[in-house]
């Protein structure tokens, strides 16, 4: 009779679902922001993605260039004044930098 375990178990292989997983969020979320305008509670409330990890992941695609915040103004879920955020580019704000040369 055989002890080999046949089940193996990896923190790589816990790793890669896990980053599986943040990229699917990170798409969830950017896909949403393109049809609706929204804020993060909001998000969080349609999407099922904890508002945490939607701050997160906002920084990220504000970084590269993929998410604006158009208008601050109450938030429908939490009555608080909180951004309203997009990836839609034709509601990305005009940029000032070509009116400077």
Not at 1 to 20: A, I, P, R, V, Y
């Amino acid at each position: 009779m055989s002890n080999t375990n046949t089940q193996s178990l990896s923190f790589n292989s816990l790793e890669q679902g896990k980053d599986k997983n943040l990229r699917t969020q990170k798409s969830t979320i950017f896909h949403f922001l393109e049809q609706n305008t929204a804020t993060a509670s909001m998000v969080s409330v349609a999407t099922g993605i904890p508002q945490k990890s939607i701050c997160r992941y906002k920084r990220d695609l504000e970084t590269n260039g993929l998410l604006f915040e158009i208008e601050k103004k109450l938030c429908e879920k939490t009555g608080f004044r909180a951004w309203y955020l997009t990836t839609n580019t034709g509601l990305f704000p005009q940029s000032n930098q070509l009116k400077m040369f």
